[in-house]
């Protein structure tokens, strides 16, 4: 088969590694390099995707995300032209291990935030310098911040109906903790009334996840605080205010927190994400 799509992209061979890959962000100090995804983009020719017993083929545009750089059930011709790309799974926030047992992640980037997605890696590989950003890169954060969504939603349809509904409940639950997060207020006890359901219950649901209720509400209250201190700003916010913000009463326990979790402090995660030419926006 012949597949028709947009002109080819330049070959920039000097922006990969050994691997033939480009890479989106480089991990922050103290994360292994080696926990990242693998995202493909196709350029050109013939290719499809074999995965839980069928095929799909890929048109030009496609992306394919995985945790191998040349994923077990992609099959192409010799005219077949793809860009490889990685990203730490730092910035996803999702596990290597969960993408790993999806068999890989097919992505029309002919719609949604598939489009704007490949959109957004056609045009970093397009870059005429060696590419191994910080996230002060804003080009290299639109699009793994982009590429975060388009994983998060993927993953959501992968995951296995659960006739007894607690996959849906445990959906409500998480949602219900994300518009709160800021509250300094919110515990099993508050989550629990709000989804009227025991706390005992509460628990024996994220304990089937694989967490608990804090560890996950400390969790994502974190990853917000990550994502404001790594914000360009005109006057950067104060990392004690961050914390606050987002409901950490004590800042020596945020710091320590954070710490644990991104194996960096708060304040080194700030001036590492800063614009890599020292310059905030104006």
């Known amino acids: 088969?012949?597949?028709?799509?947009?002109?080819?992209?330049?070959?920039?061979?000097?922006?990969?590694?050994?691997e033939g890959c480009i890479d989106i962000l480089s991990a922050p100090p103290g994360v292994d390099p080696g926990d990242c995804l693998y995202v493909v983009l196709h350029v050109d020719g013939s290719a499809l995707v074999r995965r839980h017993g069928g095929s799909t083929v890929l048109i030009p545009g496609d992306l394919l995300i995985s945790t191998s750089p040349h994923p077990a059930g992609l099959l192409r011709d010799a005219g077949c032209r793809m860009v490889r790309y990685r990203v730490p799974c730092f910035y996803l926030g999702v596990r290597r291990d969960d993408v790993r047992r999806t068999g890989g992640l097919v992505v029309?980037?002919?719609?949604?935030?598939?489009?704007?997605?490949?959109?957004?890696?056609?045009?970093?590989?397009?870059?005429?310098?060696?590419h191994r950003a910080r996230?002060?890169?804003y080009l290299a954060r639109s699009t793994s911040d982009i590429l975060a969504i388009l994983v998060a939603?993927?993953?959501?349809?992968?995951?296995?109906?659960?006739?007894?509904?607690?996959?849906?409940?445990?959906?409500?639950?998480?949602?219900?903790?994300?518009?709160?997060?800021?509250?300094?207020?919110l515990t099993p006890e508050s989550i629990a009334r709000s989804q009227h359901i025991s706390v005992r219950y509460l628990h024996k649901?994220?304990?089937?996840?694989?967490?608990?209720?804090?560890?996950?509400?400390?969790?994502?209250?974190?990853?917000?605080?990550?994502?404001?201190l790594e914000r360009p700003s005109r006057r950067p916010t104060g990392v004690a205010t961050v914390a606050h913000r987002w409901g950490f009463v004590s800042h020596s326990h945020f710091s320590r927190a954070f710490r644990d979790a991104y194996g960096i402090s708060?304040?080194?995660?700030?001036?590492?994400?800063?614009p890599a030419d020292g310059r905030r926006p104006s």
């Open 205 to 228: 649901l994220f304990q089937q996840d694989g967490t608990t209720v804090g560890q996950w509400v400390r969790q994502r209250r974190l990853d917000a605080c990550r994502r404001e």
């Open 153 to 185: 939603e993927l993953m959501e349809r992968e995951a296995p109906e659960d006739p007894s509904g607690s996959a849906r409940l445990l959906a409500r639950i998480r949602a219900h903790i994300e518009e709160n997060l800021a509250d300094p207020g």
């Open 266 to 274: 708060p304040r080194e995660w700030q001036a590492y994400a800063a």
């Open 135 to 137: 996230p002060g890169d």
């Open 108 to 130: 029309r980037g002919s719609e949604g935030v598939g489009s704007l997605a490949s959109r957004l890696l056609r045009t970093l590989a397009t870059r005429t310098r060696a």
């Open 1 to 18: 088969m012949i597949l028709s799509g947009p002109s080819p992209l330049p070959a920039n061979e000097h922006l990969r590694d050994a």
